[in-house]
């Protein structure tokens, strides 16, 4: 259901000072770059790099205390890590879950199953697919406890749905349609044990909710009917707030922590993501600037503020963290 990003390659590693603010770049080895996708409150960052057969992924846990690298083996797309260690993401056309100190389990109920996100207690979200390939297919949203319980969360008849992201209250955030392709998708907010499946931006032609905190905040983007791409941020009490980096066609926020700061990417042209953004607490927008990028995405922050990202060059992929 989600898809793997291309991998490219990349070199070196680099640590630059930045007045108050620090950026680091790495690579997880000489050859197979590194695409980072989460970071947990110790600074633990998972993610992918090149091996193999060409794009074939890798993954690695990068350790915060020390920046040195656990390989986790072949075909292995993490997505997310928490606090204890625990690893969700996909492994060949399976999710997995992986324990700390233990071994990876894989979900094989459905199809392409994925597992996206991970919360403090071991509670994951993710998509299947059921009757594949059939006129009856559909996607499928689950919740699953820490011993392996499923729970359906949506599952629109011949439609598709997918978890994005889940906090420490278990409430769930995705999108859904009630046709197998999911374009131009609705939102749902999952809270207390109940479903809106009308989470949407007023007059969205899409709305893509991607991660919600503890507080209860969501962010995502929305798409209007000229084929722009907005940020948006929701609260309980606000309702949705749309935002834009500036002069851009495309602003996608894709986390958010209890702190209330947003971190994405945007393009200036469609479909194609050429900086990496801030933006804190009090609306102030700032954009990450890494040296020689050519494009670069900001995929997730701590409880701390430490952001955790990938950026291109011509020839390069590498990872970077950054501290504002």
Known sequence: MRSIPKLLLVFATLSIGLAAQTLTTFAVNPEGGAYPTGINDNGDVVGAYGCGQPE???????????G???????????????????IVGTYRISAFYWPFGGTKVQFLRGDHPSATAVNTAGYLVGSYVINYGLKDEAGIAYL???????ATLLAPPDGAAEAFGINNLNQVVGSWSPTFNLSTPS?????????NTSFNVPNAVATWPYAINDNGEVVGSWQDSVGFVHGFYWTQQAGFTSFDAP???????LAINNAGVI????ATKKQTADGAFMLDAAGTLTVISIPH?????????NAHGLIVGVYFTESEQRGFLYQP
Do not use: Q
């Open 56 to 66: 074939e992924p890798c993954g690695f846990l990068r350790y915060g205390s020390t």
């Open 68 to 86: 040195t690298v656990k390989h986790l083996g072949a075909k292995v797309f993490p997505w997310a890590v928490n606090n204890s260690h625990e």
């Open 144 to 150: 699953m406890d820490p011993k392996g319980n499923l």
């Open 187 to 195: 939102g749902f907010l999952y809270s207390n044990g109940t479903i």
């Open 247 to 253: 002069k851009t066609t495309h602003t996608i926020p």
């Open 263 to 266: 971190v994405g990417e945007f």
């Open 293 to 301: 990028a050519k494009s670069a995405y900001a995929v997730g922050i």
